[in-house]
């Protein structure tokens, strides 16, 4: 709740500012009908957005972006209209470029529409001013030079490496089909009317053209300062209202034009575009609000005034009405079912974990997903997507897959169901290899958006739970299943190491078919009797010869042509101190063993990982992205997750200028510098009078 008041307020001070700036810049009236109209937009920006339970399911992604954004468009604003000096417009120009790279740049689902949006109010807006053409061009070069060059420093790397990453692991028919999903579960309803009206499934059955006939509501509302015939309607109310048309037509375009889907599979950088609410409906409602309240603003006939405020409070009576209602339309579904709000048991569930004696355990959620995850909690009550997991949970969450690799043991997890096994105790192996503490088990699960296991069945359910004891259960009701699996810590000395030859993934993204062969592979690795996989490490074959000949006493157990296995003799005894998010202690009783000690890490894999972990010797990939080995021959490694890299450095850097520049601004906006007098004061002329 405080984070949804903290950002709703930080987000509407800044649609509120540019009202008010441009009620001066037009010199119109300040009267009630503008503050009716001010806080009319408000309510619009946040009510439709259904924004309590996206900052509550999407904090750290969401919450930068509701708050900070329309700054961005009111330093646009200012710096495309106002008649500052270019020191001021400078300023502003680099403070709305770090607010964009700093909150907005790492979200990929973002990027594209978000520049996008961008460009069209600063081009818009800098073309529709006042200013001498020599000054847009100044303009136009600086902020195009700052913001690039602000792009290549820190977030460029990020942007290439995320689209090669998808089409190499992921692949185009998988967001193509995610697209297709989406599209498809609104059943031709161009997604509600381009999201603008979320609204009662009881209503919509009495009167089916609500829909139509809200929208046409709204389009009066939006018409109506250019037919009042006032002339002083803010020029951001067109620039708003061309981006809202144009954001439309790039969300109908799917739903439209099916040759669209095949222009969306050929392009990369599109691929963020496969769950459409997450790319285009916070914008759309932004550029919304802000044509509202520039463009009621402007009216001074009294008879559309009144008009006006009607429309006004009828429309924001469709949108909040669903919250008093309990039925908002969900903003994860891909389905036409009516709002998520998340179940109390999910929050009863979540504290019985989050309270339990691990800081930072590793929950598995099965069925996995290569990306979405999807359940009924309720009639009406649906969820599809990847996120809300890793909100319930303190811990490392494993329920989608999407970001890893495909040769990994989370991937062995998740297409594992596909096989139609008899046992599941390989799978299980693969969860005691990863540290998994908990297994929570969904009832509830949806098969379609399960991908690329898509045809799972209860019937994978119902080995699973066979195979686990009834008396680990924490947890029980009919649509989810928890069990307390094993008290496994971030690390642990493993007295078997099992190397295999695995080279192609088990899931090929551009067929996409499995890699049978390999599977195999990894399920004789995972099914030998004489291993204690709570203590093994997986490893790939192309390791062994650096690792064997780091240690000194080991014994051969099995070897074949893909798959050896090794124990390690008088393996040391391990203890971690600290065991938290950003600083894990690890101890070592060394005793007498003198060659180099391998320790398995359960945390993510990641390049540069040797930039956070002290006393090693060299750091090796386990098979699977949430495991790698420390070779060390010292008694205490501290994996130290605040140490900062370069570019986290630089956006430190970024965060203080961005400060400083706010404060300075303020201070020259409001003429505390008196710079101007400064200068007359040491002007030749003025100085060589008064000496006369």
Wanted: net charge neutral; aromatic share 16%.
């Amino acid at each position: 709740m405080v984070s949804f008041l903290v950002t709703t307020f930080i987000g509407n001070s800044a649609l509120s500012l540019l009202i008010y700036i441009n009620i001066q810049r037009y010199n119109i009236n300040i009267t009630v009908f503008s503050f009716i109209v001010t806080i009319g937009a408000e309510i619009f920006l946040n009510s439709g957005l259904n924004l309590y339970f996206e900052l509550l399911l999407l904090p750290s992604t969401f919450i930068p972006i509701h708050a900070i954004f329309p700054w961005i468009i009111y330093f646009i604003d200012s710096i495309t209209m106002d008649k500052d000096s270019l020191i001021i417009k400078f300023l502003e120009i680099l403070a709305a470029s770090l607010l964009l790279i700093i909150f907005i740049g790492f979200v990929l689902t973002l990027v594209l529409t978000t520049y996008v949006t961008i460009g069209i109010f600063f081009i818009g807006l800098l073309f529709s001013s006042n200013l001498k053409r020599k000054r847009r061009l100044i303009l136009l070069v600086v902020s195009v030079i700052i913001l690039v060059s602000l792009n290549i420093i820190s977030l460029l790397p990020s942007y290439y490496g995320a689209v090669s990453y998808f089409s190499s692991h992921v692949g185009g028919k998988y967001y193509v089909g995610a697209l297709k999903f989406y599209v498809q579960s609104f059943n031709g309803s161009i997604f509600n009317v381009l999201t603008l009206t979320y609204l009662p499934s009881n209503i919509i059955s009495l009167f089916p053209y609500y829909y139509i006939f809200i929208s046409g509501l709204f389009v009066t509302l939006l018409v109506l300062p250019p037919i009042s015939q006032d002339r002083n309607i803010p020029k951001i109310y067109y620039i708003s209202l061309m981006t809202f048309l144009l954001l439309s037509a790039w969300l109908a375009a799917p739903y439209l034009f099916p040759s669209y889907i095949s222009l969306y599979l050929h392009i990369p950088y599109l691929w963020s575009l496969d769950i459409p609410w997450l790319s285009f409906t916070y914008l759309t409602f932004v550029s919304l609000s802000i044509a509202l309240g520039n463009g009621l603003i402007s009216i001074k006939n009294k008879l559309l005034r009144i008009i006006s405020v009607v429309l006004l409070l009828l429309i924001l009576f469709t949108q909040t009405y669903p919250y008093y209602n309990g039925q908002v339309l969900t903003n994860f579904a891909t389905h036409t079912s009516y709002a998520w709000d998340p179940p109390n048991y999910l929050w009863d569930m979540s504290n019985i974990i989050n309270d339990g004696p691990d800081k930072n355990p590793r929950i598995l959620v099965f069925p996995a997903s290569g990306v979405y995850v999807a359940y009924n909690f309720s009639s009406n009550n649906t969820y599809v997507g990847a996120g809300f997991w890793q909100t319930l949970f303190n811990g490392d969450v494993y329920a989608s897959y999407f970001p890893y690799n495909c040769y990994s043991l989370e991937w062995f997890i998740t297409i594992y169901p596909s096989f139609n096994l008899s046992s599941y105790q390989p799978f299980l192996n693969a969860a005691r290899l990863l540290g998994i503490n908990y297994i929570v088990i969904t009832k509830n699960f949806i098969p379609k958006y399960f991908f690329p296991t898509n045809y799972i069945n209860k019937v994978e359910i119902e080995k699973l739970t066979s195979t686990l004891p009834s008396s680990s259960i924490i947890y029980n009701n009919s649509q989810i299943l928890v069990y307390n699996f094993s008290s496994e810590t971030v690390a642990v000395i493993p007295k078997y190491i099992i190397f295999v030859n695995i080279s192609k993934p088990l899931w090929i993204p551009e067929t996409p078919n499995y890699n049978v062969s390999e599977f195999h592979i990894f399920l004789s690795a995972l099914n030998l009797s004489f291993v204690n996989y709570s203590s093994a490490a997986l490893v790939s074959s192309s390791y062994e010869k650096e690792i064997t000949e780091s240690l000194q006493n080991y014994t051969i157990l099995y070897n074949s042509s893909d798959i050896t296995v090794i124990k390690l003799n008088n393996v040391p005894r391990l203890e971690v101190e600290n065991e938290n998010p950003s600083v894990i202690v690890i101890k070592i009783a060394k005793e007498d063993y003198n060659s180099l000690i391998p320790v398995l890490i359960r945390e993510n894999y990641q390049s540069g990982i040797n930039e956070y972990i002290n006393n090693y010797d060299k750091i090796v990939p386990g098979y699977s992205n949430e495991s790698f080995i420390i070779m060390t021959n010292s008694s205490t490694i501290i994996i130290n997750y605040n140490v900062k890299n370069i570019l986290q450095y630089i956006n430190i850097i970024y965060f203080y200028i961005l400060i400083i520049i706010a404060v300075v601004l303020i201070l020259m906006k409001n003429n505390v510098f008196k710079y101007r007098f400064v200068t007359r004061f040491f002007d030749a002329n003025d100085l060589q009078r008064r000496s006369r």
